[in-house]
Structures are given as structure tokens and as C-alpha cells.
């Protein structure tokens, strides 16, 4: 999906084809449901999404990059109880001070930033040893100033990233590495897809057996073929602790990541 159009479309077909099942539904209405089928609780996390998967606006000799290299510093955002993941777009809020100042030097420069778990929630200025050593590069798509000063954001998940040494004094940032994957298009890799796909479908009860085939394929749902965001998809959709979402995150080995799913996906089918 390249931009709004695309969605749009997608729609569009959605409502011509349950019109020939004699389902009714309105252009918003099938807009939402495109949402939802991709895994977004609505419209407004499915348009971030696409505006964040285009060329971000830099200020003149600052070079774009999506990869952030090794040692790069970043500014951070300390987050109290979310663990973000690639490719996920959430909106968050911002009262502290030296993070709205790290934000301010985020969207002067590239719009990146670094986002880390606080391994407790309850402390208001954590320092970076307060910290997870593992967080996720991330995009802002959008900023605005709400009456009491708290900023809202919305940002997009990049890439997996490890917290190096802390680098400024003003706000908290630190150097950054870019965590490699592995074993992310092996055989192994993609059944284990499909078996954690399957599971979390039946966990969740989601039933797309009254979508015809023909609008399914282009629904672009999780897909088996790309095990790595699948997990990262389904990851932040279960019911489980902060601890556990982050040992999720930091497991690079996507094999042993889609193992670790499954086995919350069925502990949490027990416990319900």
C-alpha cells in the first residue's frame, strides 16, 4: 500500500463486493473495517501509517535515512508502560520536560527518535540505566501542543535499536545500534507464521468468513511470507506483561520470537 489512495480503493471494493451479498455499508464504515482487517483499531492509526511510510520533510544538508547507523545518537522517549515494536504507530502524550526538549531536537534535525521501556513505571526522571537495553527507533509523524502543554504525538516504529552510551546533558538521548534479525525467511520460520496466524485468530475470535476470497488478497493481511512483522504484529496484541512484550522485542532470532508467541497465545487460551 503506497498511499491514502490505496486504501481508498480497497474500500471502494469492499463495499461493491458485500453489495452483491446484499450488505450495506457506508464509505466510512468500510474504511474502518479495512483498519481493523489490517490488525489498526481505526481509520486515523491506518492513515498515520501510510503517511509515515512517506519521505518525511528534513531541513536542508540533513540527510533522511530510515536506518539509523551504528553509534548514532538519538534523543529518547522514556515510555511508562508500552513497549513499542516495529512497524506498530501509536499515539502518545508528553508532559515531561527533558523529553519534550528531546523531541524539540528530534523534529529539528531527521524526526527520529529513540524509544525505550522503562523498567519502572513510577519513576518520573529515569535515567538511562532506569532503562531497557533495547527500544525502537522511531519516526514522528505528527506533533501538537494541547492547552496544558502536553504534547501529543504520533509516532512509527522503525527498526529494533540497542541503547549505547548516554550522549546530552538537556534531555535524555544515547549512541544507538541497529539490531539484526535472523532466521527470519527459513522454512521453520514461515510454518511457525502460519501456526501462530492461525492460533491468535481463534484466540481473538476473528472471522473474516464473510469477506469474499477475491477481497481477502487484497486486504493485505499479516502475512505468513514475512515472518518477522507478523510476530511484530501479533506481539503487541496479546494480553500479556511489559516484561514479557519486552523480552519479545529483544528476542532478534525471529524463529525464537514466533516460538515464544505461540507459547503466549496458548497459556493465555488456558487462562480464559
Known amino acids: 500500500m503506497r498511499d491514502f489512495r490505496d486504501a481508498k480503493a480497497m474500500a471502494h471494493s469492499l463495499r461493491e463486493a458485500l453489495k452483491t451479498k446484499s450488505v450495506s455499508l457506508t464509505h466510512s464504515e468500510s474504511l474502518e473495517l479495512v483498519a481493523r482487517t489490517l490488525g489498526l483499531p481505526d481509520w486515523n492509526h491506518l492513515a498515520a501509517l501510510i503517511q509515515s511510510s512517506q519521505p518525511q520533510p528534513v531541513p536542508s544538508g540533513t540527510a533522511d535515512t530510515t536506518i539509523v547507523s551504528a553509534g548514532a545518537a538519538m534523543p529518547i522517549v522514556p515510555m511508562r508502560d508500552l513497549v513499542m515494536f516495529p512497524q506498530m504507530v501509536v499515539p502518545i502524550f508528553v508532559g515531561r520536560e527533558k523529553t519534550k526538549r528531546a523531541i524539540e ?84 520460520a514461515v510454518l511457525l507464521s502460519r501456526l501462530v496466524l492461525d492460533a491468535y485468530r481463534m484466540f481473538a475470535n476473528v472471522d473474516y468468513s464473510n469477506v469474499p476470497p477475491q477481497v481477502q488478497a487484497r486486504f493485505h493481511l499479516p502475512d505468513i511470507g514475512n515472518p518477522s512483522l507478523l510476530a511484530d504484529t501479533v506481539a503487541p496484541l496479546l494480553p500479556v506483561s511489559i516484561e514479557q512484550r519486552q523480552q519479545l522485542l529483544e528476542t532478534s532470532d525471529v524463529t525464537a520470537r514466533l516460538e515464544a508467541i505461540l507459547e503466549l497465545i496458548k497459556a493465555a487460551q488456558k487462562a480464559a
Open 105 to 188: 531536537c528530534a523534529l529539528a534535525t531527521d524526526r527520529r527518535l529513540l524509544v525505550v521501556t522503562q523498567r519502572r513505571s513510577a519513576d518520573d526522571d529515569p535515567q538511562l540505566d532506569a532503562l531497557y537495553s533495547v527500544g525502537v527507533t522511531a519516526a514522528v509523524i505528527n506533533r501538537v501542543k494541547l492547552t496544558d502543554g502536553t504534547l501529543k504525538l504520533v509516532i512509527s516504529g522503525l527498526q529494533r535499536a540497542a541503547v549505547g552510551k548516554p550522549a546530552a546533558d538537556e534531555f535524555l538521548a544515547a549512541e544507538s545500534a541497529p539490531i539484526e534479525e535472523s532466521n527470519g525467511q527459513t522454512d521453520q
